[in-house]
């Protein structure tokens, strides 16, 4: 069984940056695709990006292409979320998983990890 754990979280101004990283344990993830998905008070957690298992191709939601980036380091058994010109609207716990495919926006497990909280001040 994977363990997740997301950190990099943090307050910022709108327009700001934060990078998020996800450290998986107990198993490497390095032939999974994976994912980034959000969850903002009172609302249902949501997909953010997605990697395929070599890094070679991603793909995200309308609400942050053009703003976030996804990667990867297999070595380290890590995934990153680079979060550009966020907005007070990007305002969620963020969770990293398994996808079941790379072309998935679901998650493959049912659990998650503590998330790591990402509050933009306006």
């Known amino acids: 069984q994977v363990q997740l754990v997301e950190s990099g979280g943090g307050l910022v101004q709108a327009g700001g940056s934060l990078r998020l990283s996800c450290a998986a344990s107990g198993r490497t993830i390095r032939n999974y695709a994976m994912g980034w998905f959000r969850q903002a008070p009172g609302k249902e957690r949501e997909f953010v990006a997605r990697?395929?298992?070599?890094?070679?191709?991603?793909y995200y939601a309308d609400s942050v292409q053009g703003r976030f980036t996804i990667s990867r380091d297999n070595a380290k058994n890590t995934v990153y979320l680079q979060m550009n010109n966020l907005k007070p609207e990007d305002t969620a716990v963020y969770y990293c998983n398994v996808l079941p495919t790379a072309s998935s926006t679901r998650s493959l497990y049912d659990y998650w990890g503590q998330g790591t909280q990402v509050t933009v001040s306006s």
């Open positions: 990697i395929n298992w070599s890094g070679g191709s991603t």
